[in-house]
């Protein structure tokens, strides 16, 4: 297995523009979260997802931020303007039923300038 | 909501020394504990985790520890290695892996040859 992949490894980008993030979870695993983490607030809760449908959104910074997964393979951050204080690395991670372990991708080094 | 306060913020030990971090929770609810382990650069890994109905558990050098009455638990390394130096994560949930995973703040460990 590949593990969870995330996609790009890094963005830079500028104040305004849009990003998306993409992240494919583990096959057979069923629940999707995605974290940020900074040196100041460590890894933050954003979103998770339980057999696709969203359970908990209230991590979202704000309404610039959106996450869909719109079947068990593929789920989306979406960063609507981007802002430097979004700089960051953002982590997917996918858990199966029964296994009480996340697995974590390899993250998105965010850049906002 | 959980909160997970973890201690200390960073830990220096001699290589063959043993190190312990510290990780004290808020939700007695909360019956899941793992325990990750952060490279510089890398994504966090799954080392050990604990469930409620178990007071401690073992896997070679690395222990965990809980006590579900003063809501806290403990990582132990033994023997440390210069390639235990990370940062490492606590973190509990309500609901195994397939819910919300509150981590604490990490802890830098530095292993000194």
């Known amino acids: 297995d590949a593990g969870v992949i995330q996609s790009p490894r890094h963005e830079v980008t500028e104040m305004g523009q849009e990003v998306t993030l993409r992240c494919k979870p583990i096959?057979?695993?069923?629940?999707l979260f995605w974290y940020r983490q900074t040196m100041m607030r460590g890894l933050e809760l954003l979103i998770y997802?339980?057999?696709?449908?969203?359970?908990?959104d209230s991590g979202m910074p704000e309404d610039r931020f959106s996450a869909k997964m719109p079947n068990a393979s593929f789920s989306t951050l979406k960063i609507q303007p981007s802002e430097p204080r979004d700089s960051a690395v953002y982590f997917c991670?996918?858990?199966?039923?029964?296994?009480?372990?996340?697995?974590f991708g390899s993250g998105t080094r965010l850049t906002v300038v | 909501g959980e909160n997970v306060e973890q201690h200390p913020s960073t830990l220096s030990v001699q290589e063959g020394d043993s190190a312990v971090i510290k990780c004290t929770y808020s939700?007695?609810?909360?019956?899941?504990f793992p325990w990750y382990k952060q490279e510089l650069g890398k994504r966090p890994q799954l080392i050990i985790d604990?469930?409620?109905?178990?007071g401690e558990k073992k896997d070679q050098r690395i222990a965990v520890t809980l006590n579900k009455t003063a809501k806290h638990f403990s990582l132990h390394i033994t023997e440390t290695q210069p390639e235990d130096s990370a940062v490492y994560f606590c973190?509990?949930?309500?609901?195994?892996?397939?819910?919300?995973?509150?981590f604490g703040k990490g802890t830098k460990l530095s292993v000194k040859p």
């Open positions: 991670a996918s858990s199966a039923r029964g296994d009480y372990g996340y697995t």
């Open positions: 096959s057979g695993h069923n629940s």
């Open positions: 997802f339980n057999n696709n449908v969203p359970i908990d």
């Open positions: 939700d007695s609810a909360s019956n899941y």
């Open positions: 604990i469930r409620s109905n178990v």
């Open positions: 973190a509990a949930s309500i609901r195994g892996s397939q819910g919300n995973l509150i």
